[in-house]
Structures are given as C-alpha cells and as structure tokens.
C-alpha cells in the first residue's frame, strides 16, 4: 500500500534520534491490489499545482479563441434563443408559469457547465499523458482541475441573468441564498461523472466517441428543455434519480422561484450525485496505477 | 538504517505486450464482444509469450548525500527503474522507500504551453516539478539570469528558439532542490556551453549533500558527477559499486552482447507482416567482414496483406549504438525510393549490396524499420540483429587494436609528400 507519512512523524526512530537529521517524509512505494485509498490529504498537497493547472486551462483558452470571453455567453445565450423559438413558442412546452427564455436559460447555464466538464474531464487524462508519462503528482488533480476549468465559464455565463432578470421584471426571492449550494452540487455531478468518464477512457479509448451522444441524449433526460412537473407521477422518483435533474431545478428554483421547493427529489438527486462522485473517486484511484502504462 | 536515502528490495516490473488484437488500450466494442465469445475461447496462451520482466529482483540502498550514476544499454531497465522510483509507474513485485522530499527530472521543459510567456511557464513548469508557488518566486531571478532569457520573459513562449526554449526548461529544473533528485539523461540539451553549466549546476547539487540518482548513456558525465554506479543489464543489475568498476563493466556487456550471428530468424513469427529471416554475408564464416570487401544484407520478407505502401530501411549500428550506414530501399526500375512496390501476400527475398563498404574495425549490428508508408505506421522494427565483425587484416597495421571513441568510417584519403616550406616572420 502507498503511503506518506505526515511530515511531523518520523518512518524510524533512529531519525528522531540523530541530531543534525531534520524529519523528513519517507515515501514507500509497493504493488497495490484491488480498491486504493483516495487520500484527499495528499490532494490538498498538491493544490497549488491544481491552481497553476486551472489557470493554465482557462488562461489559454481565454488567450486562444478570437471570442474569449465571450464565447462563454454566446454558448447558453444562442442555446436559449434557439430553444425559445422552437420549444417555448413553436411547440408551446410549459415553463412553471415563468417566461420560457428565463426557464430554459437558468436550466441552460448549470446544463452547459456540466457538459463542458464532462467533455474536458473525459479527455482530460489522455490530453495530459506527457505530464503523466514524466511527472508525479496525484492523478485526481487531472480531471479535478478540467472540472473546475469550467467554474470561470460558469460565472462568466452567470452574468446574462442580471440583464435577463431585469427585462422580465422578476426580482429573486430569498430562494437565491440556495444558489451557491446548486452550485456545489453542480460541481459535485460534474466531478462523479467526469472520473468515471476520464478513467475509463483511459482503458477503453472509444469512450470519448460514446461522451457527446451520451451528452445530447443526457439533457433531453434532464428538465432542461421543459419543466419536471411533465413526467408523469409514477417515474417521478426514478427520473430523479438524474444527479442533474437536482441541479437544474434547484437552479429554477432559486433563480426564479419556478417549481417546487427542494424536498425528497432534490434529496434523491443529490445522493445520485454523491454516490457518483464517491464511486468515481474509487474506480479512480484503482485504474490510477495502469494510467501511466496505457495513456 | 538513518542515513539511508533510497532502499530497494526485490523490484520487478512486468509488462504485457500486446499480442494479436490488444493494443495498449482497448475499445468497448471489443470488450463487449470478448464476453460474448468467452464460453468459445480457447484456452489462453501461456504468460510467458506476451509479457517480459522490465526489471527483475533489483535491489540496492542509497546513503545519503551519494551520488550514483545508473548505467545499462538500451533497454536494459534504466527510464523503468526512474520511473518507479518517481512514482510513475508502479512494480509489480518488490517495495522502495525514500527517504526525503524527491525531485524527478524525467524529461525538461514537462508541461511547457506554447501560447504561456517564459514568465507564466517559469511558474507553472516549477509548480508541476512540485516546487512551491514561493520558492518560484523566491528564485525566480537566478531562474531567469541561469536560462539567459531576461528580454524575453514576456513573450510567448512558441516565440522562443530551441536554445532558449531548452535553457528556459533546464533553468527551472536545476532550481529544483529536493533531498533526493533522479535525473533521467537530461543534460544531453543546448550547445556545449551551455551543457558545461548544467553539468557544473548538478555537481553543485551533488556537493551539497544532497542525494542523486543519475541515469546517463555519458561515460564522461558519469566519472564527473558520480562516485558509484549501479549497472543494469537485462533488467537486473550487475554491478553495484564505484564508477570506474562500474563502468568497466559496462563495456565489457557491450562487448559479449555483440556476439550474436549474423542471421536472424523470427521465431516465433508474428502475425503481422514482417521479417521472417535476415542474413548478412560477410568475406569469411561466422560473422568475420574482411575490410573493403563487398557486403550483401539479405532479407526475407513476409507480408499478410497486399499493399503497395510498404517501405523497407536498416541501419547499421556500431558497438556504442550510433548508426553509421542508412540504407533504404529503392527500386531498381522504377527508382522510386523507399516503396518496395505493390506487393501481394506473400513472402518475398530483397538483398542490398553493399560494394565498398568504409565500415572501420569493430563489431556492427543493424536495425531495420518495415513501416506502411499510407498510414506512417511502424510495422515492426528489429534492433541489434546481424552481429559481425569488420577486420582490417589486409591492410598494414594488422596487428592495430580497435581502440574506444575511434570513427567507425574510413574515407579515402591521399596525403601528399612532406615537403620543406618556409614561413615569413
């Protein structure tokens, strides 16, 4: 089992014994079998490199394309006008009694977060096999920081409300105090799904061909494009069980006060999410040894 | 038992190579469908076909504060042993304990963007090395002065040239100040004033107590910076103690291993398309080349497809592995170079002559590339087959030792009389 022992303790006793010999970390490598433990201490260790990979993504990608910035409005902002033409007006689909462009924009932007990450993440390892093929540093921070990437876009996106809001007329309730913990959930689904996504394409490379068709058929399963009050009563639950389903109607919700408050669905939504995030961190951590190998 | 920096006790590290279909990766498609062909699977092959032992049974402890030089022909287990020991990789069998904050300096300039300044990638390069965002800062000036790139801190860093960009990348590693550092060949960079100064940067790091791990094809490099060396050889090692042994030794492996015949045999073939027998016939038996005389390479070629895509090449290698002779094959007619030609599935004969070859004394092998020109694929490459020896006993001098760092190529030359000259004062 790998482990690292914390740098106030000493591996022998004879290093605490020996005057001048300050302690250091000893680090013992050994084969691993089966299920690895996540060691989040060894991660927050590492989260100025984290910092210095986020920065990296989103400084080159804002430096790359001609839009920068803005490509992270235009995204959800032409997605809403779109669905506003053909899905609230031409096919007449409810939108909890708000106006379609405002529902289907507070569902956009988290939707649009999640699917950005899920890309990034998924690619994210194999994208990154020269650092992996050379350097140490936990595998987790890879995917981690594809992840967090997004966050920058997200608050970026987040901005079109303001303007949004204020030609509608509607003025959030208290509800919006709820915004930064969908936020978190948010980033809890992106992260479950985004490992699972990464590792396996890391041993089955076709995995990256299956992630955008599986993103398309993903958001029509989730209450992006009409309201969750159309699923009829008996699949409630099971439709609920969508880590995303959460997200997005907790994002109406506190945004604009549309649909029902958070209770059991969001409930069921949020442990999908955690069990995602848990089991992914696992399977992880488990494929980690054979990333450097196959990537 | 304190002063130990690094002890290794029983590394192995196996690797399976890719037999028939099974690449590096799979698809989910093929995994899909290999459950729906397990109840008609043959029984498996035996392991000992599709797996090999990079390192086998290595152990070796470190003291603090040494400085140990890892030497080994290719392949011999050296990057796999670096590997580990970074944290890369994992054994399959075996354990390892550091004893220390380590540095890996596997390969130089890791994580370099091209659209970052050399100001953003002095940072981001340190901070994937594993050095703090301070300490960046804190040596940030002696970073820049060391890569001499002060005028160009803030342009991007695909500005640079290969010198600057090379300089940029060694100044941030050699900042790296671990308990223990593991360098993988990383000085063979920039021109040689510049390699003196990393060379003299890395005694520096080794005077100061710190412990080095130092992986180098340089014998040179090696006597410089180490006292003791460990030698590798077939992923075990050979010798463990101090440099000049240890590299004595290295050239006596280099020595015995070249004693290979001059024909080549796949065996067993694979089952793709590939050289099924190899010969080169020299003047005299067993591998023995008269100098001057002429030299044919005979190659048996078996092909599983049609094609018209194939290309064929070898190299002859001398003992320190350095290529001498490029051959690559052109077609008699047509004179199309590299192509051999629209070929149907088969096996084929192709010789190369060679008329006048120059090779000096020494032993020589050849390595060969079969590659799919249309889709740049690398079919099979065969390195360090066809051993045999070129002998110079025709000319004066006969009884002349081949002696090490001799050019392995004999030009004609025609020197003229001494005569007497004056020059003016």
């Known amino acids: 089992m790998e482990s690292t022992a914390p740098l106030d303790k000493t591996a022998s006793p004879d290093l605490a014994a020996t005057p001048h010999a300050p302690a250091s970390p000893v680090i013992r490598i050994e084969p691993t079998r089966g299920w690895v433990a996540v060691r989040l201490k060894e991660l927050w260790a590492y989260r100025e490199l984290l910092y210095f990979l986020v920065w990296r993504d989103v400084k080159v990608r804002y430096k790359q394309t001609v839009l920068g910035a803005a490509w992270a409005l235009l995204q959800p902002l032409f997605t809403m006008l779109v669905f506003s033409v053909f899905f609230g007006r031409l096919a007449g689909i409810p939108s909890d009694g708000v106006p379609y462009p405002l529902f289907a924009l507070a569902a956009l932007i988290p939707w649009t977060f999640f699917a950005n990450a899920l890309g990034q993440s998924s690619n994210s390892l194999v994208n990154s096999a020269h650092l992996i093929a050379k350097v140490y540093f936990p595998r987790l921070v890879i995917p981690l920081a594809s992840v967090l990437g997004g966050l920058v876009d997200l608050a970026v996106a987040c ?59 993903w958001m029509f399963l989730t209450p992006v494009v009409y309201p969750g009050s159309l699923v009829p009563e008996r699949w409630r639950l099971l439709y609920n069980l969508n880590p995303m389903s959460g997200v997005v109607d907790g994002f109406r919700w506190a945004l604009l006060g549309a649909g029902a408050p958070p209770g059991l669905p969001l409930l069921a939504s949020a442990l999908a999410s955690l069990t995602l995030l848990v089991t992914g961190a696992f399977y992880f951590r488990r494929m980690e040894k054979t990333f450097a190998d196959r990537v | 038992m304190s002063d130990i920096a690094i002890r290794v006790r029983g590394l192995g590290k196996q690797y399976r190579i890719g037999g028939g279909n099974r690449g590096p990766y799979r698809s989910l498609r093929e995994s899909i469908s290999d459950v729906f062909k397990l109840p ?26 040494e400085a140990v030089g890892v ?29 220390g904050r380590v540095g890996s300096l596997l390969e130089v300039g890791t994580g370099f963007h091209p659209e970052l300044t050399g100001r953003e990638n002095i940072f981001l390069n340190g901070a994937i090395l594993g050095m703090r965002r301070s300490e960046i800062a804190r040596k940030f000036d002696e970073i820049v002065a060391f890569a001499e790139i002060e005028r160009f801190l803030d342009t991007p860093v695909r500005f640079y040239s290969s010198g600057m960009y090379m300089r940029l990348a060694f100044a941030v590693a ?12 990383v000085l063979a ?37 180490t006292t003791s060396c460990l030698v590798l050889s077939g992923g075990e090692v050979v010798y463990d103690g101090p440099t000049a042994g240890a590299i004595r030794e290295y050239e006596r492996l280099q020595r015995l291993d070249t004693d290979m015949a001059p024909t080549y045999i796949a065996n067993p073939p694979p089952r793709h398309s590939h050289i099924a027998q190899a010969s080169v016939v020299t003047s005299g038996p067993c591998g023995q080349h008269e100098w001057g005389h002429p030299l044919t390479f005979r190659f048996t070629l078996h092909f ?34 590299y192509a051999l030609g629209p ?29 799919n020109r249309r889709s740049n694929q690398l079919i099979e490459k065969l390195s360090r087959i066809l051993a045999f020896e070129v002998t110079m006993h025709e000319q004066p001098r006969e009884e002349y030792e081949r002696q090490p ?8 030359w025609a020197w003229s009389p001494v005569q007497p000259v004056e020059i003016g004062v």
Not at chain 2, 174 to 185: F, S, Y
Not at chain 2, 320 to 336: D, L, S
Not at chain 2, 405 to 412: C, I, K, L, T
Request: glycine content about 8%; aromatic content about 10%.
């Open chain 2, 40 to 65: 008609f699977r043959r029984p498996a092959s035996t392991d000992e076909e599709t797996s090999f032992w990079a390192l086998n049974n290595v152990s070796f402890d470190i003291r603090r504060g």
């Open chain 2, 174 to 185: 050699a900042h790296l100040e671990p308990e223990i550092l593991i360098v993988d060949e």
């Open chain 1, 159 to 217: 901005s079109l409300f303001v303007p949004m809001l204020l030609y509608y007329g509607i003025t959030p309730g208290w509800g919006i105090l709820w915004l930064p913990g969908f936020v978190l959930l948010a980033i809890v689904t992106a992260l479950g799904v985004g490992l699972w996504a990464s590792a396996l394409n890391v041993e089955y490379r076709d995995v990256r061909h299956v992630i955008p068709f599986a993103t398309q058929l």
């Open chain 2, 343 to 371: 070929v149907e599935r088969g096996t084929y004969q192709v010789e190369c002559h060679l008329p006048h070859p120059r090779l000096y004394m020494g032993r020589y092998t050849v390595t060969t590339w079969l590659t």
């Open chain 2, 189 to 225: 960079v920039g021109d040689s004033g510049f390699q003196k100064k990393c060379l003299g940067k890395m005694e520096n790091i080794a005077q100061h107590g710190r412990t080095v791990l130092f992986v180098s094809h340089s014998m040179q490099a090696v006597r410089r910076l």
């Open chain 2, 71 to 99: 030497i080994g022909r290719n392949g011999a287990g050296k990057s796999t042993l670096l590997k580990i020991l970074s944290r890369i990789t994992e054994p399959t069998t075996g354990r390892v304990e550091l004893h």
């Open chain 2, 304 to 337: 599983t497809e049609s094609s018209q895509h194939f290309t064929f090449s070898f190299q002859v290698m001398d003992e320190q592995e350095r290529p001498v002779i490029h051959c690559y094959y052109i077609h008699p007619v047509t004179k199309a170079d």
């Open chain 2, 405 to 412: 760092g001799e050019a392995a190529y004999v030009e004609d």
